[in-house]
């Protein structure tokens, strides 16, 4: 499905672009389109006690109702004529949505609505700051995918109007109070009813699996980031090797006493994006130098115990079997990581892992700092661990053996 995203003329170049780097970087069956050229809706906007024009009401009944009356903001039927005009100007097919994004005020002060009988949908861009301490780039993408979905879910606004009468913090929420508006992005969420609902209307699953990671990293942008820089901050974690039967890595925050152990297949994937900081895409692990690193890691955290090393010192040919059998499983984890067919899943279940361990010792919303997850921004989202590098420290053990040549220059080892 196309999503034609046009932007009227009063709306940044830049804002524009940032919000279409970010929809462009989502994954799935719905293609976000860039606009051919920008319009401009302001340039007819009536002054305050101008000339008479249209407003737009809810009747009794739940209807749209006109009347003349001086101008207080376009009719929406000003803005669905602005995306027939692209349409025509383009050659854009029915099938397509085409989607205005204006600072223009409209009669009924929606920050967005769409078309009963046609893919159009405006969203107003401006105001976004009396309800958010945040740039609007994130309301203003959060608002495009949700209104793809109330347009495939409930085909008219008079439907919409009714997903739900009080907000539950679900993007069913109508918001009539816009300061529910504040609820429904501290969620960005969508409820089993609707999720059901959307599903019985014909909804694809994959424009919801499409839609899933894009709210969860609008809600992060939209209030956590902020929460964390000025009241959280990100912790000083250190990095530490195990001891005892469980080897691999432990993960140390000092300020609050809390620990995470991690295995070595799990703990080479750690260290492997920590030594990361833009991010990796995962369907990349085969290329470039990722696999000798992944390989160099695993076989520094992997060893035979001690006692094994002294049971069979100066037997040079059992000692090399060992060696062997060694390599040989350092070769299959990491082959394990890496796709290879659709069969495999790489290390979808060892991610699934880590972030479990993160999650039993931090809330959610700190520990998404810590473990892989989609990096905000992140060109085909790469996966990454978000921390600041500077308030990570390692012991000398995991800099000098286990990091060894793939240590990050300039950083200290306490």
């Known amino acids: 499905m196309n999503v034609h995203v046009i932007r009227d003329s009063g709306f940044s170049?830049?804002?524009?672009?940032?919000?279409m780097q970010i929809l462009q970087a989502t994954t799935g069956l719905i293609s976000f389109i860039r606009t051919k050229d920008s319009l401009d809706c302001g340039a007819l906007t009536a002054s305050a006690g101008g000339p008479l024009g249209e407003s737009m009401s809810v009747n009794k009944k739940g209807k749209l109702t006109t009347r003349r009356e001086r101008f207080l903001g376009h009719s929406f039927g000003y803005f669905y004529n602005q995306c027939e005009a692209y349409r025509e100007r383009w050659a854009i097919p029915s099938k397509d949505f085409v989607i205005l994004l204006t600072p223009e005020s409209n009669s009924l002060q929606h920050l967005a609505a769409f078309q009963d009988d046609a893919l159009n949908v405006f969203?107003?861009?401006?105001?976004?700051?009396?309800?958010?301490?945040?740039?609007?780039?994130?309301?203003?993408?959060f608002t495009v995918m949700t209104q793809v979905l109330h347009k495939l879910y409930c085909k008219t606004m008079h439907i919409r109007r009714k997903l739900h009468?009080?907000?539950?913090?679900?993007?069913?929420?109508?918001?009539?109070?816009?300061?529910?508006v504040i609820f429904k992005f501290r969620t960005a969420d969508i409820c089993m009813k609707c999720i059901k609902?959307?599903?019985a209307a014909g909804v694809s699953q994959e424009y919801l699996l499409q839609a899933f990671p894009l709210f969860e990293q609008m809600r992060y942008e939209m209030l956590f980031k902020q929460k964390h820089q000025f009241v959280l901050g990100h912790r000083r974690i250190h990095i530490s090797r195990s001891l005892g039967r469980s080897q691999g890595i432990t993960v140390s925050f000092p300020d609050i006493n809390k620990h995470v152990k991690l295995n070595p297949k799990r703990a080479t994937l750690y260290l492997f994006f920590l030594i990361h900081p833009k991010g990796v895409v995962l369907s990349d692990l085969y290329k470039f130098d990722y696999p000798e690193k992944l390989t160099y890691l695993y076989s520094n955290l992997y060893s035979r115990t001690a006692k094994k090393k002294q049971a069979y010192a100066g037997d040079e040919e059992i000692d090399n079997a060992?060696?062997?059998?060694?390599?040989?499983?350092?070769?299959?984890?990491?082959?394990?990581?890496?796709?290879?067919?659709?069969k495999k899943k790489g290390p979808f279940t060892e991610l699934t892992n880590i972030r479990k361990e993160f999650k039993k010792q931090l809330v959610n919303t700190e520990?998404?700092?810590?473990?892989?997850?989609?990096?905000p921004n992140a060109k085909r989202s790469a996966k990454g661990i978000r921390v600041d590098r500077d308030l990570v420290t390692y012991d000398d053990e995991v800099k000098d053996y286990i990091l060894g040549k793939y240590f990050p220059k300039g950083k200290s080892s306490t």
């Open 367 to 375: 520990a998404i700092e810590y473990y892989i997850e989609t990096l």
């Open 197 to 199: 609902g959307m599903i």
């Open 13 to 19: 170049v830049e804002k524009y672009e940032q919000v």
């Open 322 to 342: 060992f060696e062997n059998k060694r390599m040989l499983n350092v070769s299959n984890v990491i082959n394990s990581f890496i796709f290879k067919d659709e």
């Open 165 to 180: 009468d009080k907000a539950e913090g679900c993007i069913g929420d109508y918001c009539t109070n816009k300061e529910e």
């Open 123 to 141: 969203i107003k861009t401006s105001e976004w700051g009396e309800y958010l301490d945040c740039s609007a780039v994130y309301p203003i993408t």
